[in-house]
């Protein structure tokens, strides 16, 4: 789409405006195994020219959801709408949708080039059409070189730039990815999460991943769901997720938490005053909604905010408290700290290693004091 | 599953199997260019046998009987084994599966003397109903042998089938492909090596079996295995051994090129595959 | 798709199968998955159907006719089923066949001496086989693949011929006794052909590859760390086998071993040409009441009771299978 045909009113993300139809819909979807509920009365929107991903651990129902989107299984219950037409029960030789296996799927008896060219053929397109546009999709993931080779003559890396090229040349409306970086290693998969987004975003195909690895997901999705057990606990930006986590299984499996459990002891404006009783301290964090006095309730709190000092001297209070070092993780550019507090309960506190030096921060068995700002921290729905 | 550690004692063990798996055979083979009549005896080379086996009329009829029927039978039971097969392996678990399963494995153990009584009394009461057949030979022979080595290609289809990456089959119909041209363009070439195989294998079980067709063969029939039999009732010959011999180079020839052209054709696909596959089977497991 | 009636004009078969291919294209396409399904149907009835009607049905025969008398005619035995008269079905059940079987001692001690010599050789063949399997599943890629082929292609080879080889070397002026002469190890040649050692040997030699491949298949999927693991926890090498490899292979041993016992329990062609004339075994008996006696009634009667024997290793070993296939198709599906 050109710039120009762009509304003048200010850019709004999709599925923020109103205005704007979603283009994957996902309406109660249920799928179940005897007694298993695999998906559980799924509803999704997803909209044209995303990067959605579905994130959850193995078993969480977010391949099932996929699957089913491209044809292979049916719902149970539920519609599937994609570009406004139903395609609840089309065959998947029918749907504008295409999929990159997580085993790649190539066809071992075919070269390069009939792997790609397999799709088109299965729309007896007119035979030049066809060599173009293989042509170019090996182009655009760079394989033009090795048309002639056989699957098993690629590495893994090459192998999945072939199947992508085998469902991008179809020219899909979705492009379904299950665990697409799943089967390389840990430098090329950082390299290929870049690339794939570039091509999307060249090709503006919406598309859909699958995948159970929390940095991919958040690398490479302008949104994301997070699954479990065939729930969609939450749906959001990776920002958004990460920063309000809206229960205490998401704060724990997307990044690391602090999840500390106590009682409100009253509102004040925004902020909410709570006793921790693990910590034996007062925590003032923000929140907008009031809370009855006596209610339990759980915070997260994320190490990278918990703010670390080896002064002592400072009074324990609200949002501060003391504790000596147990365990130092050193990662190179950060460093782990799990503090030991007086009630026993540990704290994870982050710090980054900014200056190289041998000793960075604070050494085992050091008191020190932990404090937090009350915007950094996060209240939990349940 | 290897070992660091390679003992002489299970090595040793081995290298003996191995001698007597071949000191037979090559006993065969050498007796065959023996000049003297005594098969255990050594009296000087010669390739006298093979001109007596090449000049008797019998054995050359039988042996082309045996190759028509292993021929036709392996054709027939390739059909019937990759019906069966695909049956087992994909089509989950329908009405009769058991059924089908328990009589696929039941021919593989079941002594041949039971498979050729009873096949040939269903053949006696066919004619007796129906007038079919009229008499017994090579179609009646052709019948039983597709009967048993279906079974044999089916197990074949079966485990390759179970084998392939069900993935690839989703991804041709992903990209277009209905169900028939599905198989006809990835199902079938995948499993072509085992076809091949299963193909071979009828073949010479047909081509090896005395006692079924002894039961179900009729007058004018005489398969070669029925010819070598009586040959060998009588006493050891040479011209047995020279037989023996050509089968031996026949068979070798086939199975050494059918293996490398499988080699050749997924050996080494499956060998440098093995990272992606790991991967694949190491990441998740589908609800 | 090209239009059928375009083909070439030439008649034969291959163009009637083209047409026929076509059509059932065509028609696939044209019905779409309501006709793909009766597609597979179809697949799955056709070798139902066939193995109903030329396995399962004969079975069923048998039953019957050793329950029939044996008469002099074409076909030699009588039918149990009459119409007499007013549309009444007359059955008439002989159980001598099988009272004959329990008579003579002839039949009882045929029957147990086949089964103690198929359960000798498939001792032995496991003894064989084992290290054998086990060598095949150490060896490196290619030395493993042509160990593998080495054992399979006896296999492929005439297994009469394979017997007939054992009859030069076992005889009593055969290589073997030559062997010994010449050695001075015996004085007189040693009767060896003709006696169950023989017998044993046949059943060894000939089905070694079927007690070799399913112990083959089951020893290359044990993870090597395995043993290493248990050696690292103070196993030694021995115990570390008898510990951990040789209880997961249980499964190729108890494959191999039955298709080793079942088929040799019935086996003719091994006892006939190997064998001794005083210890018999059943399928030599079935043999010659059906060859030479022309009893069919009565070699009917023999091959249900051999049936009766063998249903429980029979079970065992269909039960090995659908395991087997089921553990390979895991994770994939």
């Known amino acids: 789409m050109a710039l120009a045909d762009r509304p003048a009113r200010p850019r709004l993300d999709p599925w923020q405006d109103v205005n704007v139809e979603p283009f994957v819909r996902i309406e109660g979807v249920t799928r179940t195994y005897g007694d298993v509920y695999a998906v559980d009365n799924v509803s999704l929107e997803i909209y044209r020219g995303e990067f959605f991903s579905l994130l959850g651990s193995s078993g969480c129902g977010k391949t099932t959801l996929l699957r089913m989107l491209a044809g292979f299984e049916q719902p149970t219950d539920g519609k599937l709408f994609i570009d406004g037409v139903d395609v609840t029960g089309v065959p998947p030789y029918e749907r504008p949708v295409n999929m990159m296996f997580q085993s790649y799927a190539l066809f071992p008896h075919m070269n390069v080039e009939k792997n790609v060219a397999f799709g088109l053929k299965q729309e007896r397109l007119p035979r030049q059409e066809i060599r173009d546009r293989v042509a170019a999709a090996l182009d655009l993931v760079k394989m033009d070189a090795y048309g002639r080779r056989k699957p098993d003559q690629l590495s893994g890396g090459q192998q999945q730039r072939v199947a992508l090229a085998r469902a991008l040349v179809k020219r899909p409306k979705l492009l379904l990815l299950d665990e697409p970086l799943g089967a390389l290693d840990k430098k090329l998969r950082e390299h290929t999460q870049f690339e794939l987004v570039n091509i999307q975003e060249k090709l503006g195909i919406t598309f859909i991943m699958v995948t159970h690895d929390q940095e991919e997901a958040m690398t490479m999705s302008t949104r994301m769901a997070v699954m479990n057990e065939g729930l969609i606990v939450q749906v959001g930006t990776p920002a958004y997720i990460y920063e309000y986590p809206a229960t205490r299984f998401i704060a724990e499996f997307v990044g690391a938490a602090n999840v500390l459990e106590g009682r409100v002891l009253g509102t004040e404006d925004d902020l909410l005053r709570i006793y921790c009783e693990e910590l034996n301290a007062e925590l003032l964090i923000q929140h907008n909604r009031p809370m009855e006095p006596g209610a339990p309730v759980a915070v997260s709190l994320r190490p990278e905010k918990v703010l670390m000092t080896e002064r002592t001297d400072l009074e324990p209070g609200v949002n501060r408290i003391h504790g000596t070092v147990a365990e130092i993780g050193y990662l190179g550019d950060i460093s782990i700290y799990h503090v030991r507090t007086a009630g026993g309960r540990m704290v994870q506190a982050q710090l980054t290693n900014r200056n190289r030096v041998e000793n960075p921060g604070p050494t085992w068995d050091q008191a020190v004091t932990l404090h937090w700002m009350p915007a950094n921290g996060v209240v939990l729905e349940a | ?287 | 798709m090209r239009d059928p009636t375009a083909a070439p004009q030439y008649q034969g078969l291959l163009v009637r199968v083209w047409r026929w291919l076509a059509g059932l294209v065509f028609w696939s396409r044209v019905q779409g998955i309501a006709r793909t399904l009766r597609g597979r149907m179809l697949v799955a009835l056709v070798p139902t159907l066939w193995l109903l009607l030329f396995f399962l049905v004969p079975f069923l025969l048998v039953f019957k006719i050793s329950l029939a008398e044996s008469v002099l005619a074409q076909p030699p035995f009588t039918a149990i089923m009459h119409w007499s008269g007013e549309a009444l079905l007359e059955l008439r059940l002989n159980l001598a066949n099988y009272l004959l079987l329990l008579e003579d001692t002839l039949y009882i001690s045929a029957y147990l001496n086949s089964i103690r010599i198929a359960a000798i050789s498939s001792v032995f063949t496991l003894l064989v086989g084992y290290p054998m399997a086990l060598g095949i599943a150490r060896a490196r890629n290619t030395a493993r693949l042509i160990l593998l082929m080495l054992v399979i292609l006896p296999f492929w080879t005439s297994f009469l011929i394979r017997v007939y080889a054992w009859i030069g070397i076992l005889k009593n002026n055969g290589l073997l006794n030559n062997l010994l002469l010449t050695l001075g190890l015996i004085k007189q040649p040693l009767p060896m052909l003709h006696s169950d050692f023989a017998v044993f040997v046949g059943i060894v030699y000939s089905y070694l590859p079927f007690m070799v491949l399913p112990l083959y298949s089951t020893l290359v999927k044990i993870d090597q760390s395995l043993i290493e693991a248990a050696e690292d926890l103070g196993c030694r090498p021995l115990s570390a086998f008898w510990k951990v490899i040789f209880p997961l292979s249980l499964p190729g041993v108890t494959a191999g071993t039955m298709l080793v016992f079942i088929p040799a329990v019935g086996e003719f062609v091994i006892p006939d040409l190997l064998g001794g004339p005083d210890s018999l075994m059943i399928g030599k008996i079935l043999w010659s009441e059906f060859f030479t006696n022309r009893d069919w009634p009565v070699a009917s009667a023999i091959a249900v009771v051999m049936l009766l024997f063998l249903v429980v290793p029979m079970v065992i070993f269909q039960r090995s299978q659908e395991k087997a296939l089921d553990e390979d198709g895991r994770g994939r599906r």
């Open chain 2, 1 to 287: 599953m290897r070992l660091k550690r390679r003992s002489w004692l299970s090595l040793g063990l081995m290298g003996l199997g191995y001698a007597f798996l071949y000191g037979p055979i090559a006993s065969l083979v050498v007796f065959s260019f023996n000049k003297s009549r005594l098969v255990t005896v050594w009296g000087g080379f010669s390739t006298q046998w093979y001109g007596e086996l090449f000049r008797n009329r019998q054995i050359l009829a039988a042996a082309w009987l045996s190759l028509k029927i292993a021929a036709l039978n392996a054709s027939f039971a390739v059909a019937l084994g990759l019906f069966a097969g695909l049956a087992l392996a994909r089509f989950g678990r329908f009405r009769g599966r058991s059924l089908l399963a328990g009589m696929i494995s039941a021919p593989l153990v079941m002594p041949d003397v039971i498979i050729g009584l009873s096949i040939l009394l269903l053949f006696v009461v066919m004619q007796q109903l129906t007038g079919w057949p009229e008499t017994r030979g090579m179609t009646t022979i052709l019948i039983a042998h597709v009967t048993f080595s279906a079974a044999y290609v089916t197990v074949i289809v079966q485990s390759r089938l179970v084998d392939m990456d069900i993935a690839m089959e989703e991804a041709a119909m992903d990209l277009g492909a209905r169900p028939w041209k599905v198989f006809m363009l990835i199902t079938l070439p995948v499993i072509s090596p085992a076809l091949l195989a299963g193909w071979l294998l009828a073949f010479t079980l047909s081509l090896d079996d005395l006692v079924i067709a002894s039961f179900v063969s009729g007058p004018g029939a005489t398969t070669l295995p029925m010819v070598v039999y009586s040959s060998v009732r009588l006493g050891v010959s040479p011209v047995i051994n020279a037989l023996a011999t050509l089968i031996l180079l026949v068979v070798t020839g086939g199975i050494v090129v059918a293996g490398v052209v499988m080699h050749r054709r997924e050996g080494n696909a499956r060998r440098k595959i093995t990272p992606v596959g790991a991967g694949r089977r190491a990441v998740e497991d589908r609800v």
